[in-house]
């Protein structure tokens, strides 16, 4: 099996996709002749014409009503955003339109879109590049929110949302494009959507996360480990709309405590919504409060100052040992 | 790969040609020779902070940073058309013309850094921020225009954008309902001819970015971006227009980035070959200006040596001043978030692991 880094995961996940069925496009700002601004689209053009796999113009509310359209007519379009915070370019089209679709219509069409971008923070990147809007999209019924955490996830959740019949937002956080190398198989697999991941087993505690606060969470409970001998069990979420209940409610009937990671800002995101389902359904097996560790609500800030504003590792810690005193 | 060459066969304004000849003597502006020469310093001292900012973004001295070599004559020829208090909408990569109408270049290198106060625009400096979201600008400079017609004040909003940004709905809807109100709007749209590797004939079936003012009903016109007059004039034009209450322009000037779209990884070799660098290289705008002063004799070594000295100093003075200025603090940042800051956002900045505010 080959060692694969996350971007070259999602390029193999697109090529297997591609070659698997031709219903298959992919399209964006700069993903054909250049082959994507992070090179996800590296050769694909090439490979499978230009027809298949192309350059549009520069206009997201276009790239997003292109899905649609396309989508509506039988197509299977992975469209990328070049980086998240252009998203509002195209939110008519992808939750006013594309995720109502089936709904407005009562089943007689439906969109079966694929909407790549790229987001996060620590890699220092200009305005409106890394913030995480994930929360708008959590809010809008009837498109689904995956964001991968590693190489091996990536492909096989992204070639899931290529073959899913619901409009999916596919979240791939810049920090781990290159990050790591990770056992990737060459061939056509998929993960499943709509359902979280035990990563590390514990009992004292359940320390919820997705995409690439996962790492962050994984260290955290290993310093948990080595400092206060605490076994702490992390989730990640993968899709983060619909959100996996019951993996959550599984573990917390287990450790009792929890904590829950998020890189979005605080209010009203998926920490929240996560709270208030262990709130809804597992409260009395709770010893102490759910606490939550985000970046305080405001816009994400400018690069000098992006590792002081992102949850660290210690913070994590910190936040654990309350819990568990509580 | 993008193979074509300067356009020649569409008709366009022009100045001076490549060998610093008056095409046509009535089209020289009427300026004095101090802003003849003015404008050369500008467009050399541009060039020289290019090369520098390029070389500190590589060394680490400097954060996001969007290439301007090519492009001088667009950005200054535009600008100095324009009074100070003429309001101006750059985009990421229209930082010298921000800087020349008066947004201090320590700043533009904090910008760059990436800290909130290279943001912080002086009072009574007309000029916004860079802007990110391609198209953006134009809408928001039409409310600024407005602003301008309502107060009956003679100024004028200028917006830069893209080749690629004239694919933008912004686009269409700023200068739309510039058209219905006949605001004092100026669009000058720089056409480098990629819109990062995308070439134009791929971002729009029209082959005069000029024309898509027709539809809305103001006037377009086309300039040779690399000459420094043509553009001045272009704008000249454009701004008395707009402040004898006659209404909008779109200025679609012709030029070309010799460097990478950004300096965060792109390889121009992926989608344009060496030959069409080459064939825009012979027309830069600086050479061409340069070869223009000498046959009026205004201009000499001594000029040229002037503004090297000058470059060098002011453009290491003002990193070295963004480099001593003094680091954000969450509470400062968050400060900016409301006029007025909730307590709920307030408790937020007591970070839980030391129960003391963040810095
Ligand atoms: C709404 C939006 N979409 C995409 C981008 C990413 N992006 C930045 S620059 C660029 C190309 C712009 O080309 P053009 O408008 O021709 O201007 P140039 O960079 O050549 O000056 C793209 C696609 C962005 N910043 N904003």
């Given at each position: 099996m080959a060692q694969l880094t996350m971007i070259e995961a999602i390029r193999s996940a697109l090529s297997a996709a591609l070659e698997k069925d031709e219903r298959v496009l992919v399209f964006g700002e700069d993903v054909g002749q250049s082959g994507g601004v992070f090179r996800a689209t590296d050769g694909l053009m090439q490979r499978f014409g230009e027809a298949r796999v192309f350059d549009t113009p520069l206009a997201e509310s276009s790239i997003a009503g292109l899905a649609t359209g396309l989508s509506l007519q039988g197509f299977i379009p992975v469209a990328e955003i070049q980086f998240f915070g252009f998203v509002f370019e195209a939110m008519d089209e992808m939750i006013g339109q594309a995720a109502r679709m089936r709904f407005r219509t009562g089943g007689s069409f439906h969109c079966p879109i694929v909407y790549r971008t790229p987001f996060g923070g620590g890699v220092k990147t200009p305005e409106l590049h890394a913030d995480s809007l994930e929360g708008l999209f959590v809010q809008s019924p009837g498109i689904k929110v995956i964001v991968p955490s590693s190489p091996y996830e990536a492909k096989g959740l992204l070639l899931s949302a290529i073959f899913d019949e619901d409009p999916v937002l596919f979240l791939e956080h810049m920090k781990l494009y290159r990050s790591f190398r990770e056992e990737v198989p060459e061939d056509f697999y998929t993960l499943p959507l709509g359902e979280a991941k035990v990563v590390k087993a514990g009992k004292d505690l359940t320390l919820i996360s997705y995409g690439a606060m996962v790492r962050t969470a994984i260290k955290a409970a290993e310093i948990a480990a080595q400092e206060q001998g605490l076994s702490v069990e992390v989730i990640d979420l993968r899709t983060i709309s619909p959100i996996d209940t019951e993996t959550i409610v599984t573990s917390i009937r287990k450790t009792h405590r929890a904590v829950v990671l998020q890189e979005?800002?605080?209010?009203?995101?998926v920490a929240a919504e996560v709270i208030a389902r262990i709130n809804e359904e597992a409260i009395y097996d709770l010893e102490g409060p759910v606490l939550r560790v985000a970046p305080p609500?405001?816009?994400?800030?400018f690069t000098l100052f992006e590792k002081e504003w992102l949850p660290t590792e210690q913070l994590v810690v910190h936040q654990i040992n309350q819990a568990m005193h509580a | 790969m993008s193979v074509h060459?300067?356009?020649?066969?569409l008709g366009y304004l022009r100045v001076i040609d490549e060998e610093g000849q008056?095409?046509?003597?009535?089209?020289?502006?009427?300026?004095?020779e101090g802003h003849f020469k003015q404008l050369m310093e500008r467009m050399l001292f541009t060039r020289l902070w290019d090369e520098r900012a390029i070389k500190w973004t590589r060394q680490g001295k400097l954060g996001f940073y969007a290439p301007v070599a090519g492009q001088e004559a667009a950005m200054i020829g535009s600008e100095a058309a324009l009074t100070m208090d003429d309001f101006i909408l750059p985009s990421y990569r229209d930082v010298p013309q921000a800087v020349w109408h008066g947004w201090p270049l320590y700043q533009a290198f904090l910008y760059s850094l990436g800290h909130q106060h290279g943001n912080q625009i002086p009072e009574g400096v007309n000029v916004l921020p860079p802007?990110?979201?391609?198209?953006a600008q134009i809408v928001q400079a039409a409310g600024v225009a407005m602003a301008f017609a309502l107060r009956k004040e003679k100024r004028v909003a200028l917006a830069y954008i893209g080749d690629g940004g004239t694919s933008q709905g912004d686009f269409y809807e700023g200068m739309n309902v510039a058209g219905v109100y006949r605001l004092p709007l100026i669009v000058l749209v720089q056409n480098n001819q990629f819109a990062i590797s995308v070439p134009v004939e791929k971002q729009t079936a029209v082959k005069e970015l000029a024309k898509k003012a027709e539809a809305s009903g103001m006037e377009g016109i086309r300039v040779d971006g690399m000459d420094v007059l043509a553009v001045y004039q272009a704008v000249q034009g454009a701004v008395q227009k707009a402040k004898a209450g006659e209404g909008p322009t779109l200025i679609e000037a012709l030029t070309f980035r010799y460097g990478p779209h950004t300096m965060s990884g792109d390889d121009p070799k992926r989608y344009r070959t060496k030959e069409l660098e080459e064939d825009w290289r012979a027309r830069d705008p600086i050479i061409r200006y340069r070869k223009f002063l000498h046959t009026k004799g205004w201009w000499t070594e001594e000029d040229e040596r002037k503004v090297e000295t000058k470059a060098k100093d002011e453009v290491q003075a003002a990193l070295d001043r963004a480099n001593q200025f003094p680091a954000m603090s969450m509470k400062a940042l968050a400060s900016h978030m409301y006029a007025k800051m909730p307590i709920e956002l307030a408790d937020q900045l007591i970070r839980q692991d030391t129960k003391k505010e963040v810095k």
């Open positions: 979005a800002q605080r209010s009203a995101g609500d405001t816009v994400y800030p | 060459a300067p356009v020649r066969e008056v095409t046509d003597s009535s089209l020289l502006p009427d300026i004095t802007q990110i979201i391609i198209g």
